[in-house]
């Protein structure tokens, strides 16, 4: 039995990272599921008061889906240097974010690979949002976070994350 190579005309389509994670409604899920559980944290719950959780996630996930290849969805927030530098955000708060979102993944059965490059993407931003570049938490809870070295992500351009 012969099988078709990859780049055939005649190979199985490759399910995108957005189709993996459940398409827009997926990602959705695990944010929405992620910030409930960010809002009430001990240590970041309070850089969160007054924000409105339903547009967090939405925005969210309008970034996350563009990331996954989804560019016909377009992306509503601000640009995350802008939103972020103000609240003077530290590497350990950055990496309890991670641990949370990495939770909210492992909750919902997200698939490794998406997973990573998700995380990937979001670790990508760090010296956009904190404000000691350079301190990378490397305790416990950042060990905790998987880390995927050099994973592509087709179709992702930082400038879209201002």
């Known amino acids: 039995m012969t099988h078709p190579r990859d780049d055939s ?3 199985p389509p490759q399910a995108s990272l957005f189709d993996l994670a459940g398409g827009f409604d997926g990602i959705e899920r695990v944010l929405a599921d992620f910030y409930s559980q960010v809002f009430i944290d001990s240590m970041i719950g309070f850089m969160f008061a007054g924000a409105d959780p339903q547009r967090l996630v939405r925005t969210e996930a309008e970034l996350t889906a563009r990331l996954f290849g989804a560019s016909h969805i377009p ?5 995350i240097g802008a939103t972020h530098r103000p609240h003077r955000i530290f590497g350990g708060q950055f990496e309890r974010r ?8 492992t909750r919902h059965g ?40 050099g994973l592509p992500i087709e179709g992702w351009s930082p400038e879209e994350a201002g």
């Open 110 to 149: 997200v698939p490794e690979v998406v997973k990573l490059a998700w995380l990937e993407h979001n670790r990508s931003m760090r010296k956009q949002v904190t404000v000691d570049a350079g301190a990378e938490c490397d305790g416990p809870e950042a060990a905790s976070v998987p880390r995927a070295a």
């Open 98 to 105: 991670m641990m949370l979102l990495s939770q909210a993944m």
């Open 9 to 11: 005309p005649n190979a």
């Open 75 to 79: 992306y509503t927030g601000r640009p």
